[in-house]
Structure formats: C-alpha cells, structure tokens
C-alpha cells in the first residue's frame, strides 16, 4: 500500500472525499439560496468536475441530506438536515452554550458580562461572569429588569418588531435616572440608532452612574432570543469608552448566535 507522511492513499482520498461532500452541503446551506442550485452552478461554485459532484451527491441523496427538485432539476438541503438541526437545538443549554464567551468578554473589558432572556417588557438575567476589579456589578442571576431603559432591554426591543415595542410603550416608560429615554418618539429614534449601529448603550438610563453596551444575539430562525452586555461605573466604562467596547459586545453576541444556528 502506498502511504504519504505516514497516511494510507485510501484514507487521504476518503478523507478528500468528505470535505468534498461537506463542501456541497454548506454551499447548498448557506452560498446556493432559498432555490437550490443547479448541477453546473455547483461545479462552478465548488471548483469540481460533474462527475465528482455527481458521485458525490449520490449519497448525500440517499440519506436525504440532499434532494433534487423534481421538476428544476435543481438541488437543494434535505429533509435529514432539519432533523439533525432540531436534534442539535434540542440539546442545547443556553447558559452553558454562551458562558465560555461571557468569561472571555470579560478578559477582554475588564468589565461584568451578562447573558440576559426576554420576558417583555422586562428582561431577566440567567449568567454573569463578574469582573476582576473591585468595584463590581450586583445585578443577581434571576434578576428582572424594564426592557426600555436597560442595554439588554434596548437591543432585544430594537429586533422585537413594532407590536413588541409598542406594548413596552403601553406599559410605561417611567423616568428612573435624569437620562432615561421617557418619550415613545426618543426610544423609538434610539431603538433605530441600535439597528443601525448594531449594539445598545445604556447611557446611565436604568441606575445612577452605571453605564452598559449590549448586543442580541440571533437564533436559527433569525429571532433575537438573548442578549449579552457588558456593565460597569461610568466612570470606567466612559462613553469614550463606548465605541471600542460595542465591537467586542458585538462580537460575543456573534459567536453565541453562530451556536445557536444563527448567522454571523
């Protein structure tokens, strides 16, 4: 048998072979569209021959990872995919899926980090990871907080649609420090700005001298389920401070996303 740095040439064309394979099927999942693709449009895609795509969708169509349109021609993820899918959803703790991010996003701020879920109009916090300085966030796990006033609140109303915000509205937007936002007009403008920017601040709108940025973070379907944030004293979370801490926010609630099956 005929080895290369050690490897058999039959496991290194098997193993060439499968990332082949997964090569069709993240195409087909994520670069082909809601349509499919076609055969040529595969190979052009994926730089293969016909024929190694065709070996190659073979199987991937007996086990229904992949199908073919009948009546297009055209080929597309299949049915064995969503199951896989909801398996793997099935199986996930949030908490455990995003808290190894929260630590690092604390390594990286020196601030506390928190993952919070939406109860709207409020918001409830399920993790934190606390910072290292001595002066600390107190928020407690189970904690339930306005979703109008707060970092998390704002990024998870921002994507929650119209009906969502309008409630949250309805349900009062009272002034808690000198800075909350207590106009529909404000808040509406400010939940804008986030969809534009991509994070929330909470500029000391929920506590005296406590200032936050937050991100969603965006399920398989595209829902804002959870968001995570980092909080500290205004004094040390400026708002200088601000646009170089909502890019690492941002990137957290990126990764947690990418594991729930969402996009980054």
């Given at each position: 048998?005929?080895?290369?740095?050690?490897?058999?040439?039959?496991?290194?064309?098997?193993?060439?072979?499968?990332?082949?394979?997964?090569?069709?099927?993240?195409?087909?999942?994520?670069?082909?569209?809601?349509?499919?693709?076609?055969l040529t449009e595969l190979t052009?895609?994926?730089?293969?021959?016909?024929?190694?795509?065709?070996?190659?969708?073979?199987?991937?169509?007996?086990?229904?990872?992949?199908?073919?349109?009948?009546?297009?021609?055209?080929?597309?993820?299949?049915?064995?995919?969503?199951?896989?899918?909801?398996?793997?959803?099935?199986?996930?703790?949030?908490?455990?899926?995003?808290?190894?991010?929260?630590?690092?996003?604390?390594?990286?701020?020196?601030?506390?980090?928190?993952?919070?879920?939406?109860?709207?109009?409020?918001?409830?916090?399920?993790?934190?990871v606390d910072s290292?300085?001595?002066?600390?966030?107190?928020?407690?796990?189970?904690?339930?907080?306005?979703?109008?006033?707060?970092?998390?609140?704002?990024?998870?109303?921002?994507?929650?649609?119209?009906?969502?915000?309008?409630?949250?509205?309805?349900?009062?937007?009272?002034?808690?420090?000198?800075?909350?936002?207590?106009?529909?007009?404000?808040?509406?403008?400010?939940?804008?700005?986030?969809?534009?920017?991509?994070?929330?601040?909470?500029?000391?709108?929920?506590?005296?001298?406590?200032?936050?940025?937050?991100?969603?973070?965006?399920?398989?379907?595209?829902?804002?389920?959870?968001?995570?944030?980092?909080?500290?004293?205004?004094?040390?979370?400026?708002?200088?401070?601000?646009?170089?801490?909502?890019?690492?926010?941002?990137?957290?609630?990126?990764?947690?996303?990418?594991?729930?099956?969402?996009?980054?």
């Amino acid at each position: 048998m005929t080895e290369v740095e050690g490897k058999p040439a039959t496991a290194r064309n098997n193993s060439a072979s499968l990332r082949r394979a997964l090569a069709i099927l993240l195409h087909l999942g994520e670069g082909a569209g809601a349509g499919g693709a076609t055969l040529t449009e595969l190979t052009s895609a994926l730089s293969m021959n016909k024929s190694t795509v065709l070996r190659l969708l073979a199987p991937l169509c007996e086990v229904r990872l992949v199908e073919q349109d009948a009546r297009t021609g055209r080929y597309r993820l299949g049915s064995r995919t969503a199951q896989l899918g909801h398996v793997y959803l099935d199986h996930l703790d949030l908490r455990d899926t995003a808290h190894d991010v929260l630590e690092q996003l604390t390594s990286d701020t020196g601030e506390t980090s928190y993952l919070v879920i939406p109860d709207l109009p409020e918001v409830v916090y399920v993790d934190k990871v606390d910072s290292p300085r001595s002066v600390r966030m107190h928020s407690p796990i189970g904690s339930r907080r306005p979703a109008y006033c707060t970092g998390v609140g704002k990024a998870l109303l921002a994507h929650a649609g119209t009906e969502a915000v309008n409630a949250a509205i309805a349900h009062g937007i009272p002034r808690r420090t000198p800075r909350t936002l207590t106009t529909p007009e404000a808040l509406r403008a400010d939940l804008a700005a986030i969809r534009s920017r991509g994070y929330a601040v909470d500029d000391v709108e929920n506590e005296p001298d406590i200032r936050c940025v937050a991100a969603p973070v965006f399920d398989h379907a595209g829902a804002a389920v959870c968001a995570v944030s980092v909080s500290g004293p205004a004094a040390r979370v400026t708002a200088e401070r601000v646009p170089a801490l909502g890019p690492l926010v941002s990137a957290a609630a990126a990764e947690i996303s990418l594991r729930l099956g969402g996009a980054r």
